[in-house]
């Protein structure tokens, strides 16, 4: 299997600033410490470090890539939206919409960030790679067209996915994202688009709160082309892949298209600060597993996943090791250190009654029984 894995160090220098600050943390607690954005460099760079350790990155195609241009990123958001960016990250950074300060060069970092993720996209449908991960740093998928949000900037794979359909390399592309967030962002853009299938899993009205829910299916041409599945805190496991199997690998095989993206975000793990899931390594790999199955069956086996949220530093390693290691059907593991504590004391690893009813009348409502 040849799978790429992009990646930069610039991407992990991406500073948010005080977080503290923003929460308003103090007063009555000692304040969180500065730089205390849950949003941090050392989940993703522990991650490439544990691939280091285990020799699973030797075992990849592994470089970095050019900065997606202002012509990509233009595709995606308006002039008006990244001159602005540009000129507060040359001034030394800000804050240009809610939850996302940059410090200076922030503009730079958010363009290389959704250039790993294109060159990505690129590579797999030109046949270069068989698959690929791009470990994109900030994150993308809460970012509007023209307001930021949720540690986004960029949309990466809004400019990956208009990219590869301006190229003429790919006509129809999927996009699921298992962020445990809402991918609120990737769904507005493509919203009322045909050529374009979003399917967001996602913790029922967390962030953001007012977006998500199974009744918002697209508009005009893009009418049934947005699947909104959103689970109860608790689900883990065997909720995950249940979801995985009922609808969305029926709604991704029922559209065809030419390449499945992943917003790949680990905070749905059982550890995350930001979220309330009982997800594992093993569900990472699973749910990667699974994909590539149907990446095979329809589009050559073209796949790629694009890292997005995730903020347990001691769990996202792990979770990004299993699926990455699945994506290259590789043999090197970096066993769960928590596995029998998982396993033992999570009954969200079995089967839970309520939840395979409500995912039941999920896959109802999209028509998948
Ligand atoms: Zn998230």
């Given at each position: 299997?040849?799978?790429?894995?992009?990646?930069d160090?610039?991407?992990?220098?991406?500073?948010?600033?005080n977080?503290a600050l923003?929460?308003?943390?103090?007063?009555h607690?000692q304040?969180?410490?500065?730089?205390?954005l849950?949003?941090?460099?050392?989940?993703?760079?522990?991650?490439?470090?544990l691939?280091?350790?285990?020799?699973?990155?030797?075992?990849?195609k592994s470089?970095?890539?050019p900065?997606a241009?202002?012509e990509?990123?233009s595709?995606?958001?308006?002039?008006?939206?990244?001159h602005?960016?540009?000129?507060?990250?040359d001034?030394g950074?800000?804050?240009?919409?809610?939850?996302?300060?940059?410090?200076?060069?922030?503009?730079?970092?958010?363009?290389?960030?959704?250039g790993?993720?294109t060159a990505?996209?690129?590579?797999?449908l030109s046949g270069k790679?068989?698959n690929?991960?791009?470990?994109s740093?900030?994150p993308g998928?809460?970012?509007?067209?023209?307001?930021p949000?949720g540690?986004c900037?960029?949309?990466n794979?809004?400019?990956a996915?208009?990219?590869?359909l301006?190229e003429?390399?790919?006509?129809?592309v999927?996009?699921?994202?298992?962020?445990?967030?809402?991918?609120?962002?990737?769904e507005?853009i493509?919203?009322?688009?045909?050529?374009?299938?979003?399917i967001?899993?996602?913790?029922?009205h967390?962030y953001p709160?007012?977006?998500g829910?199974?009744?918002?299916?697209?508009?005009?041409?893009?009418?049934g082309?947005?699947?909104?599945?959103?689970?109860?805190?608790?689900?883990?496991?065997?909720?995950?892949?249940?979801?995985?199997e009922?609808?969305?690998i029926?709604?991704i095989?029922?559209f065809?298209?030419?390449?499945?993206i992943v917003?790949?975000?680990?905070?749905?793990?059982?550890?995350?600060?930001l979220a309330?899931?009982?997800?594992?390594?093993?569900?990472?790999?699973?749910?990667?597993?699974?994909l590539?199955?149907?990446?095979?069956?329809?589009?050559d086996?073209?796949?790629?996943?694009?890292?997005?949220?995730?903020?347990?530093?001691a769990?996202?390693p792990f979770?990004?090791h299993?699926?990455?290691?699945?994506?290259?059907?590789?043999?090197?593991a970096?066993?769960?250190?928590?596995a029998?504590?998982?396993?033992?004391?999570?009954?969200?690893?079995?089967?839970?009654?309520?939840?395979?009813?409500?995912?039941?009348?999920?896959a109802?409502?999209?028509?998948y029984?």
């Open positions: 299997m040849r799978t790429g894995f992009f990646w160090e610039k991407c992990f220098w991406h500073a948010g600033g977080y923003t929460l308003r943390i103090g007063g607690v304040p969180l410490v500065a730089g205390g849950p949003e941090s460099p050392e989940t993703k760079r522990r991650l490439k470090n691939m280091d350790v285990t020799g699973l990155l030797a075992e990849l470089s970095s890539a900065a241009s202002f990509e990123l595709r995606v958001h308006p002039e008006s939206y990244l602005q960016f540009k000129e507060m990250s001034n950074g800000g804050e240009l919409g809610l939850r996302t300060p940059f410090a200076q060069d922030g503009y730079e970092i958010a363009a290389l960030s959704a790993l993720a990505a996209v690129r590579d797999v790679l068989d690929a991960y791009a470990l740093r900030p998928h809460h970012a509007l067209p023209d307001f949000n540690f900037l960029i949309n794979i809004a400019v996915t208009e990219t590869a301006a003429g390399t790919a006509e129809r999927a996009i699921l994202d298992w962020d445990v967030h809402h991918g609120n962002g990737t507005a493509f919203y009322d688009r045909d050529d374009v299938l979003t967001s899993i996602h913790q029922d967390n709160i007012d977006t829910d199974v009744s918002d299916q697209g508009s005009g041409a893009g009418e082309f947005n699947y909104n599945i959103p689970l109860p805190p608790g689900c883990g496991h065997a909720a995950y892949i249940e979801t995985m009922r609808i969305v029926p709604a095989t029922d065809a298209p030419d390449i499945i917003a790949c975000g680990f905070d749905a793990s059982a550890l995350d600060p309330h899931m009982l997800c594992t390594p093993l569900t990472y790999g699973m749910m990667t597993e699974l590539m199955e149907t990446a095979a069956d329809i589009c086996g073209k796949l790629v996943l694009v890292h997005e949220g995730g903020y347990s530093e769990y996202v979770c990004g299993a699926a990455i290691a699945q994506l290259a059907a590789s043999d090197t970096a066993p769960d250190p928590l029998e504590i998982m396993v033992a004391r999570q009954p969200s690893l079995r089967v839970q009654a309520f939840h395979s009813t409500l995912i039941g009348e999920m109802a409502s999209f028509g029984d």
